[in-house]
């Protein structure tokens, strides 16, 4: 059985058995189901085995301890992934993507993270595939308010979903469109536009909703609050960092960098350093929204 989803207006498929119990923990895909979507970007079918093939090793490791890990080899006719739930723990699922990455075959090793190696495998399709259509798969938490989208950026622990919490707490109007991967992409007027995705992290947050950037906050501790506005190229460093994508890819790299770009030379991007406290958010709002 195939179903279809439509992600920041990127098309894919689910192909799955029929009686496969999967498709009923599929729920933070239910607001993004399309019927018949032409043309998908990529599909995604579940197999029982696949072949060995020979692999060349082009990245391995996570964001830290207690976060996934993604292992990616090249081969002969395209990629395979291995995806592990945590640094230790072994190999839970096998991806093989064709060069294009616009047919996936998913093996699943390990069937207690069946619904962890399903999204591990959507997300990295999504990412690789959508990188040449101005389209970037963020590790944020963003709130809208008066129908902009701000993202806080910064790494697993740091405090993303607490300022996100803070804002949605203070300041009115707050609302969470997503808590840990939202897609940012291009209009084809080059507008940078924050989309919710399927993808929330620990909170369940699955809109199918988007605004414009208003802007890009990176998140750093400290015993003081304050915000800084960056310059271009601190910005580029602080929304590379914060994006998924096969960087060392030239071609993919070259399609980021020229989303990069527009993005940073035309939507403010911060640091704000801060304490996990309320005056933070008014800091940050008062910067970010004029009040």
């Not at 496969?20 to 599929?26: A, G, K, N, P």
């Amino acid at each position: 059985m195939t179903k279809s989803f439509k992600v920041a207006g990127h098309c894919f498929n689910f192909d799955l058995p029929a009686s496969d119990t999967l498709w009923d923990r599929l729920g933070q895909y239910s607001p993004f189901e399309v019927e018949n979507a032409p043309s998908p970007l990529f599909s995604i079918r579940l197999v029982d085995s696949l072949p060995e093939v020979p692999m060349e090793k082009v990245y391995g490791g996570g964001e830290g301890p207690g976060e996934p890990v993604i292992m990616l080899y090249r081969t002969p006719g395209g990629w395979v992934f291995e995806s592990m739930p945590f640094s230790g723990q072994p190999v839970c699922a096998r991806i093989h993507a064709d060069t294009s990455f616009s047919d996936a075959r998913l093996q699943i090793l390990q069937p207690s993270f069946r619904l962890f190696s399903l999204n591990n495998a959507a997300m990295l399709m999504f990412a690789f595939s959508t990188a040449p259509l101005g389209t970037l798969e963020m590790h944020a938490s963003v709130i809208e308010n008066g129908g902009r989208a701000f993202l806080w950026l910064a790494k697993s622990g740091t405090g993303k979903s607490t300022h996100s919490q803070l804002w949605l707490k203070h300041i009115p109007g707050s609302r969470l469109l997503n808590d840990d991967n939202p897609i940012v992409r291009l209009d084809p007027d080059g507008t940078p536009e924050v989309y919710g995705s399927p993808w929330s992290g620990k909170t369940p947050c699955y809109i199918n909703k988007h605004f414009p950037a208003g802007a890009f906050v990176q998140i750093r501790r400290s015993p003081e609050n304050r915000i800084e506005r960056l310059g271009v190229f601190e910005s580029y460093a602080m929304v590379f960092s914060s994006s998924s994508g096969l960087k060392s890819d030239p071609s993919m790299a070259d399609h980021m960098h020229s989303t990069f770009e527009r993005i940073v030379t035309s939507v403010p991007c911060y640091n704000l350093f801060c304490r996990p406290d309320e005056e933070a958010a008014r800091v940050c709002a008062a910067e970010l929204l004029g009040k």
